[in-house]
Nanobody, 120 residues
Framework: QVQLVESGGEFVQAGGSLRLSCAASGRFRSINAMAWYRQAPGKQRELAASITGGSSTNYADSVKGRFTISRDNAKNAVYLQMNSLKPEDTGVYYC??????????????WGQGTQVTVSS
């Protein structure tokens, strides 16, 4: 019943900027934490940034100072502003959210992923 859809992944040159968006749709009671994960080819998926229901944020050391996560609760959306992009930022970026369903169960939902490619 709940779906997360990401958008904004593109090809971009090193040093450039990109903004990723993710919106939840369907029927649910509320959203708690939201996050952006990323996965480079041949590597483990890692947490890039997260934001709690109270809007406290956390960042991986590799993106700290360059990425900013934010949310718009009225739109059930989370965003990732990425600045000063590096080739090592290349990968598939996944939106994730903790959602309280209509059945009063907390479930983790994932988006389908969006490709970000940073070239030198």
């Amino acid at each position: 019943q709940v779906q997360l859809v990401e958008s904004g992944g593109e090809f971009v040159q090193a040093g450039g900027s990109l903004r990723l968006s993710c919106a939840a749709s369907g029927r649910f009671r509320s959203i708690n934490a939201m996050a952006w994960y990323r996965q480079a080819p041949g590597k483990q998926r890692e947490l890039a940034a997260s934001i709690t229901g109270g809007s406290s944020t956390n960042y991986a050391d590799s993106v700290k100072g360059r990425f900013t996560i934010s949310r718009d609760n009225a739109k059930n959306a989370v965003y990732l502003q990425m600045n000063s992009l590096k080739p090592e930022d290349t990968g598939v970026y996944y939106c994730a959210a903790q959602i309280l369903t209509i059945a009063n169960v907390w479930n983790d939902y994932w988006g389908q992923g969006t490709q970000v490619t940073v070239s030198s």
